[in-house]
């Protein structure tokens, strides 16, 4: 262990949502309500909502100064969970959004929703598409790691929903 180092890793939250994704959880998103789509990334996310029949609003705006839509439905970059989930909170919007299932188990989460958050468990780990450093993507799907739908204020029909 003497010879790792921590340098040989870097962040990289470039990973876009697969029209698949949502149309896995399209049956819980409320059809009667504009969702805003907060993280813009490539801009085929909002077009992956529209296409599903839903009224979105995703522009390339701040996340943290700017408040659109009745409920927020977006993958957020993963290196700002904590920093993301606060700011849902104070919102006050009901929302689904991407990230870990290792997020359910932070002191932040604990702290920020107590035992208010519903979980939608796919059935098979999520795949992103990944943008390179030098803009093209690579839908290779691989992911090291499972992810769940976080949901507040949806009204699921249970706390833990498995696809």
Known sequence: MALFSHTCFSKHDDYMTKCSTWKAI????????????SFYGDGSSGEHLR????D?????????????????????????????LQRLKLLGKPFIIIAPISTLSTR???????????????????QFVKIADNGEAHDDGRSNFDSVYFCWRIGLY??????
Do not use: C
């Open 51 to 54: 296409s599903l029949g839903f």
């Open 56 to 84: 979105v609003v995703h522009e390339p705006i701040d996340f943290f100064k700017e408040d659109r839509g009745e409920i927020i439905v977006s993958n957020p970059p993963f290196s700002m969970k904590k920093e993301v």
């Open 26 to 37: 399209a049956q819980f998103i409320p059809r009667d309500k504009i969702i805003w789509e």
């Open 108 to 126: 932040y989460m604990r702290e920020t929703f107590g035992n208010e958050i519903q979980i939608i468990v796919p059935r098979q780990r999520m």
């Open 158 to 163: 249970r706390d833990i929903v498995f696809l």
